[in-house]
């Protein structure tokens, strides 16, 4: 078995602390929308570095990956509002509010 790892970063751009006990959620698919790897990570402030492993044998495409992600606080929830091409070695994932709040 091969292993290839998936690293990059979540943010958002509005300017306030991140409550403590946020969670950033993170979903590698292919471009069919499988999801072939996913990982949950303390999210103590923005931005929030991730890493996803997959066995190799399970990605059709090594170039053409995706990142989903999503940060929940008790504040308010970021999302990915597109799935965000994996690029290079740190894709940066930037997320805009979701909710009403």
Do not use: Q, Y
């Amino acid at each position: 078995m091969t292993l290839m790892t998936v690293s990059g970063s979540v943010l958002f751009r509005e300017r306030i602390a991140v409550p403590p006990g946020a969670i950033a959620t993170i979903k590698l698919v292919d471009t069919d929308g499988e999801v072939l790897a996913a990982t949950a990570v303390d999210a103590p402030g923005v931005p929030t570095e991730f890493s996803v492993t997959v066995d190799s044998e399970f990605v059709p495409d090594p170039a053409n990956l995706l990142i989903w992600a999503i940060l929940r606080t008790e504040v308010g929830v970021w999302g990915t509002t597109e799935l965000v091409p994996v690029e290079g070695d740190a894709t940066t994932v930037m997320l805009t509010k979701i909710d009403g709040d």
